[in-house]
């Protein structure tokens, strides 16, 4: 169910983060999901961090210890959560791609395996598509989520 790393003060890890985003996924979503399918567990309205470093992607419940790798991206340039949405864009190499964030989380917290998460990636661009990814960025304008 992924690899899980236990922090303590103590302890060095190496190998540097190189992006980080924290989301939370409300309980409206929750609900969504839950009647999407009635066997999943939902998220909750929890708050989670993601951060990337150079052996992939790794999440955890915000003032919770253990992180668990949920992505074999390594050296992810940026990170970004969608939380109205339902995306966890990731922006790696020349490539943008997408998975679902309710998968991520369940995924953190041990619900589901990362080959899960793995399956519902889209790759919105770059090599396998329309040319290559060099930046991305995401903010809200008078209330509409814009990205270039």
Do not use: W
Request: aromatic residues 8%; glycine residues 10%.
């Amino acid at each position: 169910m992924g690899t899980r790393f236990t922090y303590n003060p103590s302890t060095r890890f190496t190998g540097r983060i190189t992006s980080a985003a924290p989301f939370s996924l409300s309980s409206v979503l929750a609900l969504l999901c839950c009647l999407a399918d009635p066997c999943a567990v939902a998220s909750g309205s929890r708050n989670y961090i993601a951060v990337g470093c150079q052996s992939g992607i790794y999440v955890a419940t915000r003032g919770e210890s253990p992180f668990r790798k949920v992505l074999s991206i390594p050296n992810a340039i940026s990170i970004v959560a969608l939380q109205l949405f339902n995306r966890f864009l990731v922006h790696f190499e020349h490539s943008l791609l997408s998975y679902s964030l309710d998968l991520m989380a369940r995924c953190a917290r041990g619900e589901s395996l990362p080959s899960t998460l793995d399956a519902s990636k889209e790759e919105i661009a770059g090599p396998g598509g329309d040319g290559n990814v060099l930046f991305f960025r995401v903010g809200i304008i008078g209330g509409r989520t814009m990205s270039e």
